[in-house]
Structures are given as C-alpha cells and as structure tokens.
C-alpha cells in the first residue's frame, strides 16, 4: 500500500528555516511525482513544489520560489522541503502527495496519494 507521511512542521519566527520531510513507503519515487502543497484557513489548497524522478523536472509556486527547494533521498525514499526566509503568509497546514506521472503537477486533484499533512506556523 502506498503510503505518504509528511513532519517537520512547527512554530518558526518570520525569516525562520524548517525543513519538512515527506516519508515515503510502498512505492518506489520512478515514475512518481511527489508535489507539496499547503492549505490556509478559507484558502484553496495551493501547489508549492515538486519533483518528477521520471523526467528530472521540479516545479516552485511563484509565491515559494527563491526560497524554498525541494529534494529527495531516494535511498530513504524521502522528499524534503527546505523552507528559508519564512513569512507569516506561509502559515498552513503542508501536504505532500505523489502520483505516478511523469511531469510536475501544481494541481491537487491530479494527486491520488497524500500524506495526513503537517502544520506550518510562522509568527510575526
């Protein structure tokens, strides 16, 4: 069974570092690609990043880019989310969800597997 676990998450201050963890399990990252997303109070559920294996393509928000790199380690079968100069706006519960495609998606609904999320706080 495929299984995705996302931690890392905390209470950081505004310019603050986190580095969010995506364990991976009954499944193999080829031909995946594991994207992160990040869902506020009253907001829709945003794509940040992600990172297709299968054609070496990553993918950033324009809201994230610059500051946040994602990464993996395949032989811990873990994507990381290196998340830098971190802004209260950055505040959310962080997902990651994979799905056997070969192209980076920033749309939810194209995701089938998701972890249960890990919540982000960012004080001013």
Known sequence: DVQLQASGGGLVQAGGSLRLSCAASGFTFDDYAIGWFRQAPGKERE??????????????????????????????????????????EDTAIYYCAAERMYYCSRYPYEYDYWGQGTQVTVSS
């Open 47 to 88: 794509g940040l990043s992600c990172i297709s294996d299968s054609n070496g393509s990553t993918y950033y928000a324009n809201s994230v880019k610059g500051r946040f790199t994602i990464f993996s380690d395949n032989a811990k079968n873990t994507v990381y989310l290196q998340m830098n100069s971190l802004k209260p």
